[in-house]
């Protein structure tokens, strides 16, 4: 008579040389389910009706991860949708489901992939399948993609960099849900000495203090400034209290020494400088 055993970690399946990469990664996840069972005291091993389960359906999903993958590591990301980036970056942080409708459920919901990975934790949560640790993972992402794009400017000219400036600014603020009022100060070779946010307001409004910008640049040693806000609508173009702001943050800062270089407006659909619309 052949007793029937629970198939152990390292056994191989007929053909397939060992554990699949999707299996080698999260076995210690199953084992840890199988002992927290035990320990409730549910059945320790997997109750058999007369033959041994057959695959769920739903696992296909396994074989297309190894296809996406490939073609990444093939192509690049040029070769994938945004869908399939999203998805290839949910295998990691969804191990055991399938990520498609939940990638295409985040675009739907969103937009886009800039838009995704810019928007609330709370919003992102709101979406099936993705949880708080999900969210989470997405926001450090984009953490670390807009931190790649502020070291292209340290140490630089910015203004010869003028393309690296508004992919930073963009990814910064484009897809914020409130105006954010930031400042980049510059030394007198106009290298970056520091970006900060001064301000945070409401979807169509933030309070601005010219004095206190000059203030801060002051404390900095900044001889020049790049002033920068969004709008949440989407929209560029700036409003007369934008220019009109602009203007006495400029009036404020001249008899100083310090320069302002521009304010550009960032929105979903673009951006708008005031000094390249000669309004400044």
């Known amino acids: 008579m052949t007793s029937r055993r629970r198939p152990g970690r390292n056994d191989k399946a007929p053909g397939d040389g060992g554990l699949s990469e999707e299996n080698r990664d999260y076995a210690p996840e199953d084992e840890r389910s199988f002992f927290a069972e035990s320990r409730q005291g549910k059945p320790k091993g997997r109750e058999f009706d007369g033959e041994p389960p057959v695959a769920s359906p739903g696992e296909h999903y396994h074989g297309h991860r190894d296809r996406l993958r490939q073609r990444f590591r093939d192509s690049g990301d040029r070769a994938l949708a945004d869908y399939e980036l999203l998805e290839l970056l949910l295998f990691r942080l969804i191990p055991r489901r399938d990520t498609k409708p939940i990638a295409k459920a985040l675009l739907a919901r969103f937009g886009s992939l800039p838009e995704v990975l810019g928007a609330p934790t709370h919003l992102l949560t709101e979406v099936k399948g993705v949880g708080d640790s999900v969210a989470t993972d997405l926001k450090l992402v984009a953490a670390i993609a807009h931190r790649m794009l502020k070291g292209e400017l340290k140490d630089r000219h910015v203004l010869a960099s003028w393309t690296s400036v508004i992919e930073y600014c963009r990814a910064a603020m484009a897809f914020e849900a409130r105006e954010q009022f930031r400042v980049l100060f510059l030394d007198k070779k106009n290298a970056l000495i520091a970006d900060e946010v001064q301000q945070t307001g409401t979807v169509d409004h933030t309070p601005v203090y010219p004095r206190e910008v000059v ?15 969004n709008h949440p609508s989407g929209d560029p173009t700036p409003s007369r209290a934008d220019i009109e702001m602009t203007k006495l943050i400029i009036d404020t800062a001249r008899p100083l020494g310090i320069t302002v270089h521009d304010h550009i407006i960032i929105g979903r659909d673009g951006h708008a400088s005031l000094k390249g619309l000669k309004l400044i």
């Open 215 to 229: 203030k801060r640049a002051l404390e900095l040693s900044a001889t020049a400034l790049i002033l920068v806000h």
